[in-house]
């Protein structure tokens, strides 16, 4: 039998010994501002939703009675002479303000107010028109696809269903709703960042999308409030329970609201 010869272990190196250092203690960092909490749609959303005292039918008849002798023509605040300038300016509207589309769109409906009009004028000169508005270039590119669209596939006007707004370049469903309500008188609810807030603040429509918030309008405004409900809800946002500080003083529904924060 072979004798197994085993290689001697490879020898350890001695592993050099510490010095002795005296510890440092690791100076103390000032402690982490925690970062402000950031502002998100949830702000707007009452802790839970379950703990919200209902509304009943009186009420919510009672909120838009209020709005309704305040204020009982309502206006939107774009600027338009026709369904199809309304929706050109609803398009061009998307992150921006009215007043910032008005400025624009004063100079440009004078010159094109229909879809023709405004492929004649062509989407270079469109964009010298509306340079001053957020996304311009999209913007000027979908407004001459939806009047392309318009010439080719509507006869030139504007439809009046929703599926066939929301085929048309940079329309979306709330395009649509501003559209069929404004210019066809609709009962449709567009749920932008105003009514989204209130929705959800006053427990009126409480949702997580606007698509919630606006089936949830939808379901509890009595019809005879529809046409304008959109409107009023708006402006109140816009004017009143605004974002940051909402002026629940001077509030006409403080005592119906049901968003615990409110300041009365
Ligand atoms: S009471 Fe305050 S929070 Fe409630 S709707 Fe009025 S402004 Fe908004």
């Not at 039918?57 to 605040?77: D, L, M, Q, T, Y």
């Not at 440009?108 to 001053?132: C, H, N, W």
């Not at 529809?226 to 708006?234: F, K, Y």
Request: hydrophobic share 40%; proline share 8%.
């Amino acid at each position: 039998m072979a004798k197994i010869t085993r290689k001697p272990a490879p020898r350890k190196k001695p592993v050099p010994k510490k010095k002795a250092t005296a510890t440092v203690a690791k100076p103390k960092l000032p402690a982490k501002k925690s970062a402000p909490a950031k502002k998100s749609l949830k702000a707007t959303r009452p802790n839970s939703i379950k703990s919200i005292k209902p509304w009943t039918p009186a009420e919510i008849h009672e909120v838009f009675s209020r709005f309704r002798k305040a204020n009982p023509e309502p206006k939107g605040e774009l600027e338009h002479v026709n369904p199809f300038t309304l929706l050109v300016a609803v398009v061009l509207s998307a992150q921006a303000t009215d007043a910032g589309v008005n400025k624009a769109t004063r100079a440009l409906f004078e010159v094109a107010d229909t879809p023709q009009k405004m492929l004649d004028l062509g989407e270079e000169s469109l964009r010298d028109y509306i340079k001053t508005i957020g996304l311009y270039r999209t913007k000027a590119k979908n407004v001459i696809g939806l009047s392309a669209k318009l010439l080719s596939e509507f006869g030139g006007e504007v439809p009046r269903t929703r599926a066939e707004i929301e085929s048309l370049p940079g329309a979306g469903r709330k395009t649509a709703n501003v559209v069929l309500n404004m210019a066809f008188g609709e009962h449709t609810m567009a749920v932008d960042t105003h009514v989204f807030r209130l929705g959800n603040r006053t427990g009126l429509a409480p949702g997580k999308t606007p698509l919630e918030v606006e089936l949830g309008l939808e379901k509890v405004i009595p019809a005879e409030f529809m046409l304008h409900a959109h409107h009023w809800l708006i402006l109140h946002g816009r004017y009143t329970c605004l974002a940051r500080k909402p002026r629940c003083e001077v509030c006409l529904i403080n005592d119906l609201c049901r968003w615990p924060e409110k300041t009365v």
